[in-house]
């Protein structure tokens, strides 16, 4: 008879994978040696057997953390083994990884997003779409980036504008997000997409050729306790512009991404190398005190500095015949003597190239000082109730003529408005020549007198007559532009009809230019064309048509004494007395008035 017994339901995986665990850790005892007895104490008596004095560490589970440890543990080795040896789950685990990564790419490429750690000018654009990207590079590039200028050990800083380099955002976005996932996981950089304004650049570099120059210098001469050495001549250069250009051109992307450019400098040699030729002259001229005077010809003030004998030393080198004149050393000196001057008054200055000609000269003469001029800046002028442009240039010491110069778009016939500003020329405008410092003539034209200073001193003092109300002398700081012993002048208004024709005046020295051709100056007799003598009789009041007449013969002495460059300056009730020699003049002259009046009471 068969007998049929129902198929078993098959063990599940989990207690077969529960039996091998079992398995595996069942202790198989080997037999025992001969002559050992069997210890047939159970596992847990053995386990609890130590030799004596000795006791066993117990074993710290660590609680609850160590139970979930635990557990983590075993899924973890549990989730291991399916992948391990179960196929259908190692599928399904291959299948989901898929799943989420086709839903990130999904994400950023239906979002049009850039993929994570893709950076571009130390941007990181990842998660970020085009757009985004666009503003953040923009933002960077104008705000962040800046390109160094490099020379050696020497650097400077511009924005990538002044180099005329140009970003382009949007395509330097497109080609963050075209790299992909290339980012992942070790990050991908990006080079910026720009151009190049090549006459922005060229500006740029032009402007750095003397910024980035290092000026050769030629021999020279330093104290080394009392002793005067010679210092050989040194290389200089100077920056190639064409070449430069050329490398940020074709390296124009790498230039913006390492955010450097090198300069290309060329080397430039010294004229002379050799100092011993001048040692000697240098050392009797820097044995001496160097004493630099400024004179200010508006003023009469005159300035004295005297720089130590290691700075006077630094200055001098060797030049191609004689000792000549470093210029950037000097140049400092200059520099910080204006800074000086500009704290009693913002418009004075000294100007360089004048002041290095000069001090230039001084040494290769091998004398121990020279005196340097004050300048004055140009300056406006604030109009006041009642002004026109003629009261203006009285009351400025301005020819009228430089005024119309200094505002040509002005009509002057027009009312001006109170509180408008006026442009005025600088006062040398008037004072061409180098002044003569210790000479100076004062006329005074409200007593019709003149003085003459040498060395503070006076040594000539009389009256004349200036210009009359219709031909008026300008108030002023002048000085003499020349001598003619006779000169030309004419007015149909002195003869009175077309008939005369021109005069000659004597002993005439020019001051300054009333309109082109036409000066104003110094004189002494005039003659008309029939022989007649006019003006001697006249000196003390208002005759002449702009001139400053004396009598003959006081005209002749100041003629041979008034070397051009003499400063004169004018005074009037609208040009106060600017020098103190002016004002000495004017106070004296009030004195003997005083006294005359109290003498005539």
């Known amino acids: 008879m068969d007998v049929y017994q129902p198929d078993r339901k098959p063990r599940g995986r989990a207690r077969q994978r529960m039996a091998a665990r079992q398995r595996r850790q069942m202790v198989t005892p080997r037999a025992p040696e001969a002559g050992v007895p069997l210890d047939t104490r159970t596992p847990l008596q053995r386990r609890d057997a130590s030799p004596p004095g000795f006791r066993a560490p117990r074993l710290n589970t660590g609680g609850k953390a160590g139970d979930i440890a635990a557990k983590a543990g075993a899924a973890g080795r549990d989730l291991l083994w399916r992948l391990r040896n179960d196929v259908r789950f190692t599928g399904i685990a291959a299948a989901v990884v898929a799943a989420l990564f086709l839903i990130f790419v999904l994400t950023y490429t239906g979002q049009n997003r850039i993929f994570p750690n893709v950076w571009a000018l130390g941007v990181n654009l990842g998660g970020k779409t085009v757009d985004e990207s666009i503003a953040l590079l923009q933002q960077a590039w104008s705000s962040e980036v800046r390109i160094q200028v490099v020379d050696e050990e020497r650097q400077w800083e511009v924005t990538p504008t002044e180099l005329g380099i140009r970003l382009d955002a949007r395509a330097t976005a497109e080609s963050a997000r075209n790299v992909g996932m290339s980012g992942i996981p070790l990050g991908y950089h990006i080079v910026p997409a720009v151009a190049l304004d090549v006459l922005a650049a ?23 306790g009392d002793e005067l050495v010679g210092i050989p001549g040194t290389d200089g250069r100077f920056l190639d512009v064409a070449i430069t250009l050329e490398n940020l051109q074709e390296d124009l992307e790498q230039v913006a991404d390492r955010r450097r450019l090198d300069l290309v400098m060329m080397p430039m040699e010294p004229d002379i190398t050799d100092p011993t030729p001048y040692l000697e002259q240098a050392r009797a001229l820097t044995s001496q005190t160097f004493l630099v005077r400024a004179y200010d010809p508006f003023t009469n003030e005159t300035l004295a500095w005297t720089p130590d004998r290691d700075t006077f030393t630094s200055w001098i080198e060797a030049g191609t015949e004689r ?54 800046r140009t300056s406006t002028y604030e ?31 027009a009312m001006l408005s109170v509180g408008e500003r006026v442009n005025l020329p600088s006062p040398d405008e008037v004072v061409p020549l180098d002044p003569v410092p210790n000479k100076r003539i004062i006329v005074d034209l ?50 009175g009809d077309n008939s005369c024709g021109s005069w000659t005046m004597g002993w005439f020295m020019g001051i300054y230019e009333v309109s082109p051709g036409l000066v104003n100056g110094f004189h002494g007799r005039v003659i ?8 001697n009789g006249n000196v003390g009041s208002q005759y002449t048509y702009g001139c400053v007449m004396s009598i003959d013969g006081d005209a002749e002495q100041l003629y ?35 006294a005359m009046r109290s003498s005539n009471s």
């Open 202 to 224: 060229q500006t740029t570099l032009l402007n750095y050729t003397e910024i980035s120059r290092i000026v050769p210098h030629n021999a020279g001469y330093r104290w080394e």
């Open 323 to 376: 000792l000549s004149l470093r210029a950037e050393e000097f140049a400092q000196f200059v520099d910080m003597q204006t800074d000086t001057l500009m704290q009693d008054n913002d418009l004075r200055y000294i100007e360089p190239s004048d002041a290095l000609d000069k001090v230039r000269t001084a040494i290769g003469e091998g004398r121990a000082q020279v005196t340097l001029r004050i300048r004055y």
């Open 383 to 413: 109009v006041q109730s009642g002004d026109s442009g003629y009261r203006i240039a009285r009351r400025t010491g301005v020819p009228f003529n430089l005024m119309q110069q200094a505002n040509p778009r002005r009509d002057w016939d």
């Open 446 to 495: 409200e007593t019709q007198t003149l003085w003459a200073y040498e060395n503070g001193q006076l040594v000539f003092n009389w009256l004349i007559s200036s210009g009359m109300d219709r031909a008026p002398t300008s108030p002023g700081i002048f000085q003499i532009l020349d001598h003619q012993e006779t000169a030309v002048g004419s007015s149909v208004e002195l003869c």
């Open 528 to 535: 008309l064309p029939g022989g007649t003598v006019m003006g």
């Open 560 to 594: 041979y004494w008034a070397e051009v460059g003499t400063m004169v300056e004018i005074v009037s009730r609208e040009y106060a007395p600017r020098s103190d020699l002016a004002r000495m003049s004017l106070g004296q002259n009030a004195q003997a008035s005083d």
